[in-house]
């Protein structure tokens, strides 16, 4: 049975999606960008802040489906300049355990929504 994820804690979708979607025990979550879920607005200061709050929305997210970043069992990251990725990299590093990581893959894109560095999405497990 499909259940639906939404928390005031992350930004709210910008189209016709939820954050997330939870199908018995695995989550889905859309892809999160670096929108101040208070403010509504865009923080781009610079890619490490810019990473760090898309990896804080997702938290919220995880958290609203009663899951933590240990859950986390695959991730996909959509960066618009690999040049970046060392800087995205490091603050992604921070939220995983390096014995426990999920698989992921990388990829540059031309552009992403609202024109923003990074976007990351993930697949959690009970």
């Not at 979708?13 to 960008?33: E, K, R």
């Not at 958290?63 to 040049?83: G, L, P, R």
């Amino acid at each position: 049975m499909k259940k639906i994820i939404n928390t005031p804690n992350a930004p709210a979708p910008i189209g016709p999606y939820n954050q997330a979607v939870l199908v018995d025990n695995t989550l889905y979550t859309s892809g999160q960008i670096a929108i101040n879920p208070q403010t509504g607005e865009l923080e781009l200061d610079s890619i490490s802040s810019e990473t760090t709050l898309v990896m804080e929305n997702l938290k919220a997210v995880l958290a609203a489906a009663d899951m933590t970043f240990e859950n986390v069992i695959k991730s996909t990251i959509f960066i618009s300049d690999m040049n970046n990725f060392s800087a995205i990299n490091e603050v992604y590093g921070t939220y995983f355990s390096s014995d426990t990581a999920p698989a992921r893959e990388t990829v540059e894109v031309a552009n992403l929504p609202k024109f923003v560095n990074v976007e990351i999405s993930v697949i959690a497990i009970k």
